[in-house]
């Protein structure tokens, strides 16, 4: 199936991801929208609406401007049967993830090694300045460092890959047309200029929602081999990202705080309920995914706020 066709069947408001990948996997290489409808009908089990949406083609005219819109602005498109589509993603746990994915920049989706660090947006000087000593940590480890550039936790991560030569992956939840939060597009061309990657599963032109955030972390969770909250009130997306990764069977760390501490709520709870290990240092990481001793390791001092 070409990249039109692709960019299109994932336009089709019936669709879901999974449907996607189930359909793309009866069809053993057709292109759908080449079939007659009474064929769709019958490949889609009878579900005539769904076979008129796609025999129709209306969104194959819907396809071509974003496919121009990625080929002026050098975006990737990765279709879920493209080699090249993050094999994290095509796990058997993971298959409600995008079958198409949007992706700016020159980041390896398929590194050897990759890491999700997430927390509040409100985050305190503690918890940025912990991010940056664990990211300084990893960095022996040359692994990619995946987040969800909003405020916070998030900047902290992609700011401290950055700074430490990590390539650095920033999961929308809008376009690749907009960058959110505006404060951070400066942010976001650093992370592109530094070998970094945009990734989204929604074409240009998506209104800002709320309910795209959480479907956002899921992609998080399952690029990363695993996932470690730093800071996090009792409610809140990391918390989100942090059951996703469960879900996922990623390892999940959360670094502990003070009991009494708002934004440590949320980790202490998760090390509490034993879905998360406590995270001391980048070697827990290491001795939990049974990476190779890189040399010299650093010593990730949490320190008292």
């Known amino acids: 199936m070409n990249p039109l066709s692709q960019i299109a069947l994932t336009l089709v408001p019936q669709l879901s991801a999974s449907r996607i990948r189930h359909l ?3 069809l053993q290489g057709d292109d759908p929208f080449n079939l007659p409808l009474a ?23 819907q396809a071509e401007q974003q496919l121009l ?29 995008p079958a198409l994915l949007y992706v700016m920049g020159t980041a390896d989706l398929n590194a050897e090694r990759s890491v999700a660090v997430v927390g509040t947006r409100r985050a305190t000087p503690w918890g940025c300045s912990t991010t940056e ?22 900047t902290a991560a992609h700011r401290a890959a950055i700074a430490c030569g990590l390539p650095t992956i920033a999961v929308l939840a809008h376009g690749l047309d907009r960058i959110y939060p505006p404060a ?15 990734v989204t599963e929604y074409p240009m032109g998506t209104t800002l929602n709320a309910r795209f955030f959480p479907a956002r972390n899921r992609i998080i969770a399952a690029l990363a081999d695993a996932t470690v909250v730093v800071e996090a009130a009792e409610r809140g997306g990391a918390l989100i990202t942090a059951e996703m990764a469960v879900g996922y069977h990623r390892p999940l760390f959360a670094v502990p705080g003070r009991p009494d501490d708002t934004y440590s709520r949320g980790t202490n ?19 939990q995914l049974d990476w190779p001793s890189p040399g010299q390791q650093f010593s990730l001092q949490i320190e008292s706020k």
Not at 133 to 154: C, F, K, M, N, Q
């Open 24 to 26: 793309v996997g009866q």
């Open 39 to 61: 064929a769709l009908v019958d490949v889609l089990r009878g579900d005539s609406e769904t076979a008129q949406s796609i025999a129709s083609k209306h969104t194959l005219q």
């Open 69 to 97: 819109f990625c080929e002026k602005n050098h975006i990737r498109t990765l279709f879920f049967t493209d080699s090249n589509y993050p094999s994290r993603l095509n796990r058997a746990d993971t298959n409600d993830c």
């Open 133 to 154: 000593r664990l990211i300084h940590e990893l960095a022996p480890h040359s692994t990619p460092i995946v987040s969800g550039l909003a405020y916070g936790i998030d």
């Open 184 to 198: 951070n597009r400066n942010l976001a061309q650093q992370l592109l200029e530094h070998d970094g990657a945009l």
């Open 269 to 287: 709870n998760l090390i509490a309920s034993r879905r998360a290990a406590l995270l001391r240092g980048a070697n827990d990481i290491a001795a």
